[in-house]
DNA sequence: TCAGACATGTAAGTCGTTACATGATTCA
DNA sequence: TGAATCATGTAACGACTTACATGTCTGA
């Protein structure tokens, strides 16, 4: 049995986020979901076992909440050793972005099956990336639209941008933290449009070779 | 124990390639690394293990390829029972694409890092994705002219597309599967050059953020 | 002749999810 | 009071890669 798994990527997930300001795993596992979930993701079954790990190799250091009554809630920070590696790691080159498509797959494999098969495939995938297309764009007007005003909607924008919670109003401008947002985000909308904008061509295409052109029923 | 049984894509990647024509393990990991490496991809370790219980399952059948000599070469052909759950699989929902983007998650996070930083993150992955883009692009063109030829270039799209090898030249038009692989790579183009545009973008957003008009140094 | 492609396969380890187990707190 | 959310964590499984081990055949 091995003593603890080394967990490469998701140790400077935890750390990019912790740079920021100290969280719990809780708190990690919610910014993930809500602000990475269209390129990253992290399950407890990784976060917790690695914190733990971070916290043995002197990159954070835990501490219990105080504020939390009885109910158990631990702090990490990173340390000095911990923003080191960090550092880099980013400057590390990355991996390229792998994708591992099920439709896509079942679409070219469908050759076999009667043409209106693949004509389904199509639509439900456009279904799927349509309804994306509207989460990720009604995110991306209300965190657009709070930085405009320098002003963040609700604590979770509030974390994520790191910016002061409200009352304030940060004025200044557009934060760099916000700006990285918005900009992860648009490159989801935009990935998205390519692929509604493909699911169109494809239709026609495979609709104009059942029925080609001149073509006599 | 888990009364839902294990949902295993790599079954159903193998089985597809099969429904074409019998293959060995070795062909079936050439064709996944030419034709569908933008979104699918499979290692010996998952192929050859996946490959004998396909045949334990009655999927699948091997036999010895006559003509390979002394060096072992094992043909596998596709069932009518390996078939049908090739097609009930084809009518299972798929799983929304899921996307690991380490540059992502690097850009996210470099908020604390010199704006440099960013820039040179963005400039990489930019550069990253021009190369697949010609890839692409070359590939597209190659099968495009060879489709619209009825004639392949070479042994591997001849697999690829099924159609009869050169000579004869298929002449009726684009076959339906080569149609759908045209279409598969179109897919990759567009993700990319929808990467590209962004990456224009954000340099553009970036770098305004450092000197916004108006400002002075 | 010798590099490179053809061809099969395994062992060990990396990576990641799901289901479970436990309990506190909040608010309708 | 009871559902939802906050909060921690583990065990078992599932998915996938890498490195290795072995040997053949082809063509410059």
Sequence with gaps: MSAIPP????????????????LSGYDIKKLIEMGLS?????????????????????????????????????????????RKELRSWLHDPSDLPRMRNEFLLKFFLSGRQPVDESIRLLTEYRDQQQARHELYTASQ??????VRLGVLPDEVAHIL??????????????SR????????????????E???????????AIRSQ???AGARS
């Excluded at 986020?17 to 100290?22: A, D, G």
């Design 210 to 212: 059942r029925s080609p």
């Design 161 to 174: 941008t790191h910016d002061k919670p409200a009352g304030g109003g940060s004025k200044a401008g557009t």
């Design 141 to 146: 007007k209300i965190l657009t639209r709070a």
């Design 38 to 82: 269209h390129f990253w993701s992290e399950s407890y079954g990784q976060l917790y076992p690695t914190l733990s790990q971070l916290v043995v190799q002197g990159l954070a250091t835990r501490k219990t909440d105080p504020t939390s009554g009885k109910r158990t809630r631990y702090v990490f920070t990173i340390t000095a050793q911990g």
């Design 7 to 22: 967990q490469k990527k998701t140790r400077f997930a935890i750390l990019g986020l912790l740079s920021w300001q100290p």
């Design 194 to 204: 390519s692929r509604l904008a493909w699911c169109d061509e494809a239709i026609k």
């Design 177 to 192: 933290q916000a700006l990285l947002f918005l900009l992860t985000l648009r490159h989801g909308v935009l990935a998205i």
